[in-house]
């Protein structure tokens, strides 16, 4: 991938009982990355080294072919939205509003106003009357009002209804428009990739298992469906991920097309991003 | 830092009247014994207090992770708790002069403190006042950022001897050297207090500032 606006090489993160191990991605202008996986896989961790808010133990994180570090500048270029609100439950949006313009130079009042009117958010209510969805909207608004050119968020769509959910999402593809923007969304709510994002990448348990682009997986990923008879005449090195269920075998292959024609008395499905996930987390996988 | 320290003062503005009410009953109850010159100090102290408190804040919404995704450094974010102590402080001083110069006019209608804390002027009392409530209150910021509200909270109680402990040994080696300490060298050290209370600001912010580096967010 060229042009890319964030770039992960081999971050490495040791705690007691998980690693996070050679993670490596990068992420092209005017693009969004899907950053997938179970609970517990390592997709906050990953999101936290990026952002410097836990120390790495190996590997290099660049914006823009710069250290987050290096300059102040780079942190104006970002918006970030975690999963919950992080300001104290008797701010109001008016406050919120007040601290980040402080913060940042590059804030836009009018932006944040017109944001806050758009997803109907009431400037001078404490936020703890808000409900979930509200809260991540306001995080939202937030983050984009001070004109940034990356956008992470970190499971910020989790726990919102389809509804709310939905007019979230058309809000990232709208930043997405202008071709120097870029997202990248951590999600377990496969879903809500399938509809925004260009690149999906897949971690599980601390390491990377693939990045591709999501119309790959769509449309030449698939699943064979069949018999243990069938299931051993099948080429091992076409096997991504196998799982066995009561009454036969699912196997994921990279070209579904092929399979098709190979397998003749074989189902070939198409793979969603759930079937995918689940093949890889609860079946075999080649490391 | 002056969105951290803004955030701050509308986190605690909230639990701002409340305090306010608590520091008018003590007027009430310390006037009469302690003088403008006590309530200027108990003021400032439990002003100087509420630092804990933005921490406990801070801590309930998961602040500084969001904080550092702004275009601030961790430095910036100690700097900030360090303004907003000696904000709170002077707060409190401010408070306890007008309102215990106001209520002594009552008060000595009817009771009149000891006359060893009446000759302390209010100024030099609010002077005393704001170096110490900094000092206590300084102690607590490394507390909080090592150890969080809940430990720290009991940490900080009981770190409030140490300064105390400091000024005792202090005593002590002059007496040990033989200087004698009469009432001249006590009224110049009190006056020099901001010295000792600045350094010690600036000691414990370097404290902090290497404890909240190492810290993971």
Redo the contacts between chains.
């Keep these: 991938m060229t042009d890319a606006i964030l770039q992960i090489d081999h971050l490495s993160k040791q705690y007691p009982g998980f690693r996070l191990d050679d993670v490596s991605f990068s992420i092209p202008k005017g693009s969004i990355m899907g950053l997938i996986g179970e609970n517990g896989a390592g997709k906050s961790t990953t999101i936290k080294a990026i952002l410097d808010l836990i120390k790495k133990d190996g590997g290099h994180v660049s914006f823009w072919g710069q250290e987050l570090s290096s300059s102040k500048q780079i942190k104006e270029d970002i918006g970030v939205v975690f999963d919950g609100i992080n300001f104290y439950e008797t701010l109001t949006p008016a406050k919120i509003g007040k601290i980040s313009e402080s913060a940042y130079m590059q804030w836009n009042k009018k932006s944040y106003q017109d944001f806050l009117n758009r997803f109907q958010l009431p400037a001078n209510k404490e936020i703890k009357s808000f409900s979930k969805g509200m809260k991540t909207k306001l995080c939202i608004a937030a983050a984009l009002s001070h004109s940034p050119k990356l956008l992470i968020l970190d499971e910020a769509t989790s726990g919102l209804d389809p509804v709310m959910r939905d007019d979230i999402l058309d809000v990232f593809l709208e930043f997405v428009q202008d071709e120097s923007h870029s997202i990248l969304m951590s999600s377990h709510i496969s879903t809500d990739l399938e509809k925004v994002a260009d690149y999906i990448t897949f971690i599980h348990q601390g390491k990377v298992l693939f990045c591709k682009s999501k119309d790959e997986l769509k449309y030449r990923y698939g699943i064979i469906r069949c018999k243990t008879e069938l299931f051993h005449t099948i080429d091992q090195s076409e096997i991504l991920a196998c799982r066995k269920d009561d009454y036969q075998w699912n196997v994921l292959v990279a070209d579904k097309e092929y399979a098709k024609r190979k397998y003749r008395t074989a189902v070939v499905d198409d793979a969603t991003i759930d079937d995918i996930l689940l093949l890889y987390v609860k079946g075999d996988y080649k490391a | 830092m ?2 951290l320290i ?2 701050d003062f ?2 605690i503005s ?1 639990n701002a009247k409340s305090m306010f009410l608590i520091l008018l009953v003590f007027a009430v109850a310390f006037l009469p014994t302690s003088g403008v010159q006590g309530y200027i100090f108990t003021c400032a102290i439990l002003c100087s207090m509420m630092i804990v408190t933005t921490f406990s ?2 801590e ?4 500084p ?2 904080a ?6 961790k430095k910036d974010i100690v700097a900030g708790k360090y303004f907003v102590l000696f904000a709170f402080s002077l707060i409190g001083i401010i408070f306890g002069l007008v309102v215990g110069t106001a209520g002594n006019v009552i008060a000595e209608s009817f009771s009149r403190p000891p006359e060893e804390i009446a000759s302390i002027s209010p100024l030099l009392s609010a002077l005393l006042a704001l170096s110490f409530s900094t000092v206590f209150g300084s102690i607590s910021i490394p507390l909080a950022i090592r150890f969080g509200t809940e430990k720290g909270r009991i940490l900080v109680l009981a770190s409030f001897f140490i300064p105390a402990g400091i000024c005792y040994a202090a005593y002590r080696l002059l007496t040990a050297l033989g200087i004698n300490i009469t009432e001249d060298f006590i009224t110049a050290l009190l006056y020099a207090s901001p010295i000792p209370a600045l350094l010690w600001n600036y000691i414990m912010y370097k404290l902090s500032c290497a404890l909240f580096l190492k810290k ?2």
Excluded: A, C, G, Q
């Excluded at chain 2, 309930?60 to 602040?63: A, L, M, R």
């Design positions: 002056k969105s803004l955030k509308y986190n909230h804040f801070d309930h919404s998961n602040w992770l969001y550092m995704v702004m275009p601030v450094s993971e967010l």
